[in-house]
């Protein structure tokens, strides 16, 4: 009995000299990164028809006004820029897009406040959008001198750059 606490103090005064001998070091783990906002979602189709059907030459100015949908899904406190970038506009005009046929041109409004959308890729910031976001417009033909018929064809591009 002597022999095994002798045994048991040896081995504790060897753990207590070994710890007190120990070196230490010590890491730093930083933890670091970025939390966004989600983006808003597209509510409404991405590729859309604006159909003027078919009318005189002449009647362009009579041409019904179209309705353009765009409407995005968006959280609280959302931030985003709009554009539209016609494939050609007239020449000095910021808001007479080419409508594929010589002398005609289409311009777009803003539904929000019925301004003219600027067609040459300008942006348009956003702030405070949250829920439902109507970003929608309204396009109408526009004779700038006599045309003749025909057929024409155009498009624009949309862009939506959430910040």
């Avoid at 070994?18 to 966004?36: E, F, Q, Y």
């Amino acid at each position: 009995m002597k022999f095994r606490l002798s045994l048991a103090a040896a081995l504790l005064g060897g753990l207590v000299c070994t710890s007190i001998n120990a070196a230490t070091d010590t890491v730093t783990v930083n933890v670091s990164g970025t939390l966004t906002r989600p983006p808003c979602t597209l509510t409404s189709s991405k590729a859309l028809t604006v159909n003027f059907g078919t009318m005189r030459a002449d009647q362009t100015a009579a041409a019904p006004v179209v309705n353009i949908p765009v409407t995005l899904n968006c959280p609280a406190n959302s931030a985003l820029s709009i554009s539209v970038k016609a494939h050609s506009v007239f020449q000095g005009s910021t808001t007479q897009a080419y409508a594929g046929k010589d002398n005609l041109a289409y311009l777009m409004y803003w539904n929000s406040d019925n301004s003219a959308v600027n067609v040459t890729g300008v942006k348009r910031t956003l702030t405070n959008q949250s829920g439902t976001v109507d970003l929608s417009m309204r396009a109408k033909l526009t004779a700038l001198a006599p045309v003749t018929e025909g057929a024409f064809s155009a498009s624009s591009v949309i862009s939506i750059e959430y910040l």
